[in-house]
C-alpha cells in the first residue's frame, strides 16, 4: 500500500488516502515519485470539468522521480533513471496526420497525467515510456517538477518563435508562468521586458532578469517608445490588458498567448496591416521537456516554489492559498533524495 491524495469524485475535495502500489503494464514504467508540482489544473481535474475522467483519481501532472519497476517492452530506459512526466501523458498513436507532422501533443489519443489516468499526488506512479522525460543528475526534483509543465510550456513556446539574440520580448502576468518565462527570455539574450499590475515586484523581476519593468496602465507607450516588442508572451487572464498590448507590438511582432481565455479583441486592421500575429501554443512532448530541462540546469533557470508535504495538500491545493504562493506550490512526497 501506499499514500496518495486523491479526488473521490467530482467535486468532493481531495483527500488523504492509502491505494495499493500500482505495478507497470507493458512500455510502461513505475516511478517512486520524490517531488509533484501543484497547477490549477489539478483543481479542475477535482472539479468534474474534464470530460471522460473516472474516479477516484489521484491529480498530479509535474512529476520528479526515479523509475522503480521497469516493464515489459520498455525501450531507452532502466531501473534508478532519474525522470519526469508532464501534462502530455504518452500514448500517442503514431500514425495520426498530427503524429505525422511531429506533433504528438495534438494526437487525439494521447492520455493526460493526473487526469485521464492517476499522476503524482503518490509515492509511487505508473506512466508510458513515451511520457518520460530524462532529469539531469544537477537538478533537484523540486525544481524538476514545475519545469515539467510550467517551464516547458514557456520554454518550448518561447523557442519555437525564433526571435533573434537582442529581440525585445515582454512578458504580460508576473506567476507562475511569467516568473519563468523572464528568465528564459533573459538567458536566450532577449532585451525582456516585465509587466505587472503595480511596482510591487519591480525589483524581484528585474533580478530574474528583466531589463525593464512597465505597469499595465503604462506597458503600451513605454514598448512602443522602444520601437515595439517583437514577442509578447501573455500568461495572466486578462482580456482587456491583453487587447491592448496588441498596439505594441512591433511591425511583424507576435502575441504568445499562454493562457486560456474564453473571448478576446482583435483590431484586425492593425494586425494585417502591420504583418502581426497571435499565436497559441500548448506544452510540450517529452523531447521538449528534456530539452527545457536541460536548458535550465545549464543556464540555472529554478521556479520559485513553496514546498508543503503530502499531509498539507488541501492547503496547498486551496485556490486563494494558490493564488498567494510565491511562485509555484510544490508537494515533497520523499525528502531522502535530490
Given at each position: 500500500?501506499?499514500?496518495?491524495?486523491?479526488?473521490?469524485?467530482?467535486?468532493?475535495?481531495?483527500?488523504?488516502?492509502?491505494?495499493?502500489?500500482?505495478?507497470?503494464k507493458?512500455?510502461?514504467?513505475?516511478?517512486?515519485?520524490?517531488?509533484?508540482?501543484?497547477?490549477?489544473?489539478d483543481?479542475?481535474?477535482?472539479?468534474?470539468?474534464?470530460?471522460?475522467?473516472?474516479?477516484?483519481?489521484?491529480?498530479?501532472?509535474?512529476?520528479?522521480?526515479?523509475?522503480?519497476?521497469?516493464?515489459?517492452?520498455?525501450?531507452?530506459?532502466?531501473?534508478g533513471?532519474?525522470?519526469?512526466?508532464?501534462?502530455?501523458?504518452?500514448?500517442?498513436?503514431g500514425?495520426?496526420?498530427?503524429?505525422?507532422?511531429?506533433?504528438?501533443?495534438?494526437c487525439?489519443?494521447?492520455?493526460?497525467?493526473?487526469?485521464?489516468?492517476?499522476?503524482?499526488f503518490?509515492?509511487?506512479?505508473?506512466a508510458?515510456q513515451d511520457?518520460?522525460?530524462?532529469?539531469?543528475?544537477?537538478?533537484?526534483?523540486?525544481?524538476?517538477?514545475p519545469?515539467?509543465?510550467?517551464?516547458?510550456?514557456?520554454?518550448?513556446?518561447?523557442?519555437?518563435?525564433?526571435?533573434?539574440?537582442?529581440?525585445?520580448?515582454?512578458?504580460?502576468?508576473?506567476?507562475?508562468?511569467?516568473?519563468?518565462?523572464?528568465?528564459?527570455?533573459?538567458?536566450?539574450?532577449?532585451?525582456?521586458?516585465?509587466?505587472?499590475?503595480?511596482?510591487?515586484n519591480?525589483?524581484?523581476?528585474?533580478?530574474?532578469?528583466?531589463?525593464?519593468?512597465?505597469?499595465?496602465?503604462?506597458?503600451?507607450?513605454?514598448?512602443?517608445?522602444?520601437?515595439?516588442?517583437?514577442?509578447?508572451?501573455?500568461?495572466a487572464?486578462?482580456?482587456?490588458s491583453?487587447?491592448?498590448?496588441?498596439?505594441?507590438l512591433?511591425?511583424?511582432?507576435?502575441?504568445?498567448?499562454?493562457?486560456l481565455?474564453?473571448?478576446?479583441?482583435?483590431?484586425?486592421?492593425d494586425?494585417?496591416?502591420?504583418?502581426?500575429?497571435?499565436?497559441?501554443?500548448?506544452t510540450?512532448?517529452?523531447?521538449?521537456?528534456?530539452?527545457?530541462?536541460?536548458?535550465?540546469?545549464?543556464?540555472?533557470?529554478?521556479?520559485?516554489?513553496?514546498?508543503?508535504?503530502?499531509?498539507?495538500?488541501?492547503?496547498c491545493?486551496?485556490?486563494?492559498?494558490?493564488?498567494?504562493?510565491?511562485?509555484?506550490?510544490?508537494l515533497?512526497?520523499?525528502?531522502?533524495?535530490?
Amino acid at each position: 500500500m501506499m499514500k496518495c491524495a486523491l479526488f473521490p469524485r467530482p467535486g468532493a475535495g481531495i483527500e488523504l488516502a492509502s491505494i495499493p502500489i500500482p505495478e507497470p503494464k507493458d512500455q510502461e514504467v513505475r516511478i517512486k515519485v520524490y517531488a509533484c508540482g501543484v497547477c490549477h489544473t489539478d483543481i479542475t481535474v477535482g472539479e468534474g470539468k474534464v470530460d471522460g475522467i473516472t474516479y477516484p483519481r489521484v491529480p498530479g501532472h509535474e512529476v520528479a522521480g526515479v523509475i522503480d519497476v521497469v516493464g515489459k517492452n520498455v525501450v531507452g530506459f532502466k531501473k534508478g533513471d532519474r525522470v519526469g512526466v508532464g501534462f502530455y501523458g504518452g500514448k500517442h498513436c503514431g500514425i495520426c496526420k498530427d503524429c505525422l507532422n511531429n506533433s504528438w501533443t495534438t494526437c487525439k489519443k494521447i492520455e493526460t497525467c493526473g487526469t485521464t489516468y492517476d499522476g503524482g499526488f503518490a509515492e509511487y506512479m505508473v506512466a508510458p515510456q513515451d511520457a518520460l522525460a530524462k532529469i539531469p543528475e544537477d537538478l533537484d526534483f523540486k525544481y524538476a517538477g514545475p519545469l515539467m509543465c510550467a517551464g516547458v510550456t514557456v520554454y518550448n513556446s518561447m523557442r519555437n518563435m525564433k526571435m533573434m539574440p537582442g529581440s525585445l520580448i515582454a512578458i504580460h502576468g508576473l506567476g507562475g508562468l511569467g516568473h519563468l518565462a523572464v528568465q528564459y527570455g533573459n538567458k536566450m539574450g532577449m532585451e525582456v521586458a516585465a509587466i505587472g499590475l503595480d511596482r510591487t515586484n519591480e525589483e524581484l523581476y528585474k533580478k530574474l532578469g528583466a531589463h525593464h519593468y512597465f505597469t499595465n496602465d503604462e506597458a503600451v507607450e513605454k514598448l512602443t517608445a522602444l520601437g515595439g516588442a517583437n514577442l509578447i508572451v501573455a500568461t495572466a487572464p486578462h482580456p482587456p490588458s491583453i487587447e491592448k498590448l496588441q498596439k505594441a507590438l512591433a511591425n511583424e511582432g507576435k502575441l504568445l498567448v499562454l493562457t486560456l481565455i474564453d473571448s478576446m479583441t482583435i483590431d484586425t486592421m492593425d494586425l494585417v496591416l502591420k504583418k502581426k500575429s497571435i499565436v497559441g501554443f500548448l506544452t510540450g512532448d517529452p523531447r521538449d521537456m528534456e530539452d527545457t530541462l536541460k536548458f535550465s540546469a545549464l543556464t540555472n533557470v529554478k521556479p520559485m516554489i513553496e514546498e508543503y508535504p503530502l499531509e498539507k495538500v488541501k492547503l496547498c491545493m486551496d485556490k486563494d492559498h494558490m493564488a498567494k504562493a510565491k511562485f509555484r506550490n510544490v508537494l515533497i512526497i520523499d525528502k531522502e533524495k535530490k
